[in-house]
């Protein structure tokens, strides 16, 4: 997959956060990093279940809102 | 909207899993979140063994934990479907049985990395998955996590 490659700043300020978020017990660490935000059509059902990761790939890009950015890069 | 996903409930995944003998790995963001990733996710992501036996014991694990499984539900995560998602349980979980870009659970649980007893997916195989998925929310993260992996290796214990 081709992605847009960061530039030196954003490398030092990454490599900042990763150092200090290797500073924090993990206990800490996941306290802050599970959000939970309401995701239209992806919370509206307790269970869902494909076959194939094919199958789920495609359901999510023809149900989901594409902004969700579940559906396939383009 | 269950309650978010913190270090207790990883604990109880961990401990039940366990208990019962499921062989699974953190995939996805949790994952690498669990690596030291600092990023945000909303739910967690496992991958485990498809098989019968590691799906009934998963089956087990997961209604112990509180999940709350009709019989049908319970055989489909038996006979392993490649995904399922759970949000009927006290937090939100995704069962991945063949996630992409991953041969085999073997290939994954040879390269797993231990983190205070939490079996987790090598970095290189949680972005080997999300550049496979190739969704849009995924070609957005794989450079940080990508700078991650380099950080990671040059100061992993």
Known sequence: METRQPDDR?????????????????????RYAFIHTYKPVLDDATYRSFDTMAQYREWCARELPSWLGYGPAV | MAPR?????AEE?????????????????????????PDTTQDA????????????VAVAALRELGFDLTEPQADEIRRGKDFVQLR???????????????ETFDDAWRRRVEVEGFPVCHPDDIIRSKEAANRAKDRESLPRLRAFREYWLRNRP
């Open chain 1, 10 to 30: 954003e490398r030092r300020e990454w490599e900042a956060e990763f150092e200090a978020a290797s500073r924090r017990p993990l206990r800490t660490r996941l």
């Open chain 2, 5 to 9: 996903f913190e270090y207790a409930q």
């Open chain 2, 13 to 37: 995944v961990r401990d039940a899993f366990a208990r019962h003998g499921v062989l699974y790995l953190f995939i996805g963001k949790s994952g690498a979140i669990l690596l030291g990733y």
């Open chain 2, 45 to 56: 992501d496992l991958f485990l063994a498809k098989g019968a036996a590691n799906g009934t």
């Open chain 2, 88 to 102: 009927s349980g006290p937090f939100d979980l995704d069962l991945v049985f063949a996630p992409d870009g991953i």
